[in-house]
């Protein structure tokens, strides 16, 4: 086993987006694409010598040759460790945990989340750090400096190692430990979560279904939920991973999870219904007849999670991304909570929640999670529900018509208009913003413009400022428009419009969701001009 020294050159185009770096999987493929980006990682972090990471990933295509090349190349620059997942598979969220577990120094996750899969679809690298979190710009920022200065990586000259063979392994001097993703996930969930009581409600005859869109979650769930919590077989479906997601795009929306809604709009739906996508870290909670947005979803969360074991204490605070809807600000003022608006992307909540500032955080983008580990997490939220119908015994309609006749309610769509001219959609973002001072004390639509600005953010731990995160502009009334350019795209730009309109307690809350919107959705479009810039004239997606 001798180690090479590959001479390499830098490549364009390797800056990690929201989400880690996300590309075609054909570009992963080419020639040194993989180990530039992957040198470059370490030699960001001060180089891997004597270190230990996690390695796991979503088990799309090109997941496990990406692994075994990892290792190779980790083993060549002196890594001490490394946990890995079964046949190269870990939730993302379960590999936070692993991180955190093993106080390991990072981890690299293999996945482009809720991206289809496959040799033309998409692949994506993120490095998370030592607290189980997602790269902070300030390491990324360095990764680029990296990717932009390679002259060669390390890799070991070497045959595969067996990913399927759980235990220690060696290669050169490093150990491969090849782990069960499932196990300390789930003894991490037991220790969340009332187990028993959710077994009483599966026992008294409770139905759920279970969506795992042919991605990570199926063992995860299938374990949990079937073999643990005695939920019905057949109870999770599309359990088993596949690498191209059955041809899907795993992504528990409306849209992409149509059957799943179907069954539950239909007179045999189950009693609760749930998703989760690529890599595991996003959720669609969903009743009989009652879909629950993202946004309410964690307002519903923040105020009922004390009902569950591992949160009795009562939470610190509560944090969103900017994008989603306030429905949660409502919930932490009434409890005397601190809450907080981040950017997008979950890396913002890092500091929060290892400051203890923040218990629970989520985003519109089907994002829920807390401080037990430094990822969303798709089946924590769905114990979680779980966990407050089995302590409420009611059913999540009820849950929710409850909650706005406490809270009010905030309407709330996202229109995602994709593979939209890059330049087109740069020149939109530029002009809007050299409108938004005048736009205050205009009306469009009918809806007079309240504030309008774009969202810089300053980290309440380490002062850190990040700029351009987002248009938004609030109107008279409680509505909202804000829109930005989607940074995990592949293919040309995504514009991604946020709508929402707050009407209160006595207000009537069964509204067709779209046309309790259509102001602000009019209005927008008009300041914007999106549809003559862009020529679309209507979303691809809406959630
Ligand atoms: C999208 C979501 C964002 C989420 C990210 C990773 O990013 O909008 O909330 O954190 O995926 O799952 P975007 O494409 O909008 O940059
Ligand atoms: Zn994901």
Not at 109 to 131: C, M, Q, R, T, W
């Amino acid at each position: 086993m001798s180690v090479k020294v590959v001479k390499t050159a830098p490549i364009e185009g390797q800056q990690p987006g929201t989400s880690g770096l996300r590309k075609k999987t054909r570009i992963f493929m080419q020639t040194h694409y993989l180990e530039n980006f992957i040198q470059a990682t370490f030699n960001a972090i001060g180089g891997a010598k004597g270190k230990t990471f996690v390695v796991g990933g979503d088990g799309r295509f090109f997941n496990q040759p990406a692994i075994q090349t990892i290792l190779k190349m980790a083993a060549a620059n002196g890594a001490h460790k490394i946990i890995v997942g079964q046949n190269g598979l870990l939730s993302t969220p379960a590999a936070s945990h692993l991180i955190r577990l093993n106080k390991t120094d990072g981890g690299l996750i293999l996945s482009a989340s809720h991206n289809p899969g496959g040799i033309d679809e998409d692949f994506g690298v993120k490095y998370n750090i030592s607290n189980g979190g997602p790269a902070p710009e300030k390491v990324t920022d360095k990764m680029v400096v990296q990717t932009q200065t390679i002259t060669e990586y390390k890799i070991l000259n070497t045959a595969n190692i067996d990913l399927g063979k759980i235990g220690i392994q060696n290669l050169a001097n490093m150990q491969v430990e090849i782990v069960d993703p499932v196990a300390d996930y789930q003894i991490l969930m037991q220790q969340l979560f009332d187990f028993d009581q959710i077994k009483a409600l599966f026992a008294s005859g409770f139905t759920m279904r279970f969506d795992a869109m042919h991605a990570v979650t199926g063992p995860y769930a299938t374990a949990i939920l079937q073999d643990i919590l005695g939920a019905q077989q057949g109870t999770v479906i599309n359990a088993i991973p596949l690498e191209n997601f059955g041809g899907y795009h795993p992504d528990p929306n409306p849209v992409w999870a149509k059957g799943l809604m179907d069954e539950m709009f239909s007179d045999q739906a189950p009693d609760f219904g749930a998703a989760s996508d690529g890599d595991g870290d996003r959720n669609m909670i969903v009743g009989a007849n009652a879909y629950v947005t993202p946004s309410d979803s964690l307002a519903v969360l923040v105020a009922n999670a004390h009902l569950a074991k591992g949160y009795k204490a009562g939470l610190a605070g509560v944090a969103r991304s900017m994008p989603t809807s306030s429905a949660c600000d409502k919930v932490a003022a009434k409890m005397g909570i601190a809450s907080f608006e981040t950017p997008t992307g979950w890396k913002f909540f890092g500091n929060l929640l290892d400051a203890g500032k923040a218990t629970l955080c989520g985003e519109e983008s089907a994002g829920t999670g807390s401080n037990h580990v430094r990822e969303k997490d798709g089946l924590w939220a769905v114990l979680l529900w779980l966990n407050i119908l089995a302590v409420r015994k009611q059913s999540v309609a009820e849950i929710l018509a409850e909650h706005w006749a406490e809270y009010g309610r905030n309407y709330y769509s996202r229109h995602d208009y994709e593979a939209v001219d890059s330049q087109a959609a740069k020149n939109l973002m530029a002009d809007l913003i050299v409108q938004l001072p005048s736009l205050a004390g205009q009306s469009f639509a009918g809806l007079e413009v309240a504030s309008a600005d774009e969202f810089s953010y300053t980290d309440p731990v380490d002062g850190s400022v990040s700029h351009h995160q987002g248009i938004r502009i609030n109107f008279k009334g409680e509505g909202r428009a804000v829109i930005r350019m989607s940074g995990t795209g592949t293919q040309g730009a995504t514009l991604r419009v946020y709508l929402e309109q707050y009407v209160n307690q006595h207000a009537d809350h069964f509204l067709e969701v779209q046309s309790a919107l259509s102001a602000a959705n009019k209005a927008i479009l008009a300041i914007s001009e999106l549809p003559t810039r862009t020529g679309r004239n209507a979303p691809n997606v809406m959630t």
